[in-house]
């Protein structure tokens, strides 16, 4: 029975059956008002304000035409009529605004559902393009290809199961297993919206942009997450939201979603969120969180408050961005570049380097060791490292000479090689030979 109460075609044969039915018995217009009411519920977004543009001048003409007929009753029915639906419409169109439906997301803000997704997505089913949608934004915001279960149409118009991996578009230099989500009616429940609408409002906007989003109220209890960040943790509102110790959040209590954060970052995490909830200050935290594989992953979060006319918060919304793949880019990264200085002090030569505006950025251990002091350690303030490191060891006879072949390789990007004498650490000076390649390989 549930599902042909959801069914709009259902809804809407039985409204006219029953404004019909309502006219004959009663012998009046006004029976019309069922079915009437019933479309303006039914229909949504641009069809619904054309709905509402009908009804006004349905009022508007039958009104002139009751004044200038000498108040007919038939046409002061009509008038009635539309007037009664126009003002009932908006009821309803006031309270769909004031609280949205919370009880799946397929139904919350189904105006927008369709103007989020792009037309590359419209051989989706309808309830399947925001769930394929976001995981195409968070793929390419984390650098991680997601994987997810949606309905496709098919040459016949009928729909089947398909799979869908959603790429970054660029390349990831560390190995990256993918996300897969398989969404089912357990991911799709919001909780009581009370006085967050505006904030699951923002959350929309930045789920549709990040691919995940989610809203809280004023004490930090979850009201909506982006089902897609539920799988992913395998937490439920429900779960999120669930009291370990007894106590409310604010309290110093811990709820649920405590159990998906690494034990090492909960405690500083939860604490900077406590103080946005009593002060009102942004949130923005990076820890590390639990999947559903068992792996804690880096994410970057942050959160705004929605206030009411008086500044009073209602809520908060916010995003978490998986950044795991920076992080062990960044690692890998390092570890890289530990190799190569580790690589480079072994070699028996003196090497150097420079920014790309020539200032010495590096001197390898055995050049330290043949001048006696590190790259930085002859700074003075006002003057560029370059010319006090040449003044320093470079003999006067080719200081010039070097400095102004130097600053052409600098303008040009050619390689350059110099003989001059170089002073070492005991003050003499010895014959080498100076040679530099192109800014790429500084």
């Known amino acids: 029975m549930g599902a042909f109460l959801r069914n709009k075609i259902f809804l809407a044969l039985a409204s006219v059956i029953a404004g019909a039915a309502a006219c004959w018995l009663a012998g009046s217009v006004l029976g019309l008002l069922c079915p009437i009411v019933a479309a303006f519920v039914l229909l949504n977004g641009r069809l619904r304000s054309q709905f509402r543009a009908v009804l006004v001048a349905?009022?508007?003409?039958?009104?002139?035409?009751?004044?200038?007929?000498?108040?007919?009753?038939?046409?002061?029915?009509?008038?009635?009529?539309?007037?009664?639906?126009?003002?009932?419409?908006?009821?309803?169109?006031?309270?769909?605004?004031?609280?949205?439906?919370?009880?799946?997301?397929?139904?919350?803000?189904?105006?927008?559902r369709d103007e989020d997704v792009p037309p590359s997505l419209s051989v989706i089913h309808p309830e399947d393009r925001l769930l394929a949608s976001h995981a195409v934004a968070y793929a390419f915001w984390t650098g991680v290809p997601q994987v997810v279960k949606y309905r496709q149409r098919q040459a016949d118009g009928k729909y089947s199961v398909a799979e869908m991996r959603a790429e970054p578009g660029y390349s990831v230099s560390v190995n990256v297993d993918p996300m897969v989500s398989d969404c089912n009616e357990r991911w799709l429940k919001m909780g009581p919206v009370g006085e967050t609408a505006d904030a699951i409002r923002a959350a929309k906007v930045i789920e549709s942009l990040y691919g995940k989003a989610w809203a809280l109220n004023a004490e930090g209890?979850?009201?909506?997450?982006?089902?897609?960040?539920?799988?992913?943790?395998?937490?439920?509102?429900?779960?999120?939201?669930?009291?370990?110790?007894?106590?409310?959040?604010?309290?110093?209590?811990?709820?649920?979603?405590?159990?998906?954060?690494?034990?090492?970052?909960?405690?500083?995490?939860?604490?900077?969120?406590?103080?946005?909830?009593?002060?009102?200050?942004?949130w923005h935290v990076e820890y590390r969180m639990l999947r559903t594989t068992g792996q804690y992953v880096?994410?970057?979060?942050?959160?705004?408050?929605?206030?009411?006319?008086?500044?009073?918060?209602?809520?908060?919304?916010?995003?978490?961005?998986?950044?795991?793949v920076y992080k062990r880019t960044e690692m890998a990264l390092r570890e890289s570049e530990g190799s190569l200085r580790q690589l480079i002090e072994t070699v028996p030569a003196l090497i150097w380097c420079t920014s790309a505006d020539g200032e010495p950025i590096y001197f390898s251990q055995q050049f330290r060791d043949f001048l006696g002091f590190d790259v930085d350690a002859k700074d003075v303030v006002g003057r560029t490292r370059l010319s006090v490191v040449l003044e320093e060891i470079v003999h006067p006879d080719y200081r010039q000479r070097l400095t102004e072949t130097f600053f052409d390789a600098l303008q040009t990007g050619e390689p350059f090689s110099f003989k001059h004498r170089l002073r070492r650490f005991d003050g003499q000076f010895s014959l080498g030979r100076n040679a530099r390649r192109g800014h790429e390989e500084s």
Do not use: C, K
Not at 86 to 94: D, K, Q, T
Not at 224 to 243: C, F, H, K, W
Not at 298 to 323: F, L, Q
């Open 58 to 112: 349905g009022f508007l003409i039958s009104a002139i035409v009751a004044v200038v007929e000498g108040s007919e009753p038939t046409v002061i029915s009509i008038a009635v009529l539309f007037g009664l639906s126009f003002l009932i419409g908006e009821v309803i169109r006031a309270s769909n605004e004031e609280v949205p439906n919370s009880n799946s997301l397929v139904t919350a803000f189904m105006d927008d």
């Open 221 to 282: 209890q979850f009201t909506y997450v982006t089902p897609s960040g539920q799988i992913a943790i395998g937490m439920t509102l429900e779960d999120l939201n669930r009291p370990l110790n007894g106590r409310p959040f604010l309290d110093g209590g811990d709820n649920g979603w405590s159990l998906g954060v690494h034990p090492d970052d909960y405690p500083q995490a939860a604490e900077a969120f406590r103080h946005s909830l009593r002060t009102g200050e942004h």
């Open 298 to 324: 880096w994410h970057r979060i942050a959160a705004r408050p929605t206030a009411d006319a008086t500044g009073r918060i209602t809520g908060w919304y916010g995003t978490s961005v998986d950044i795991d």
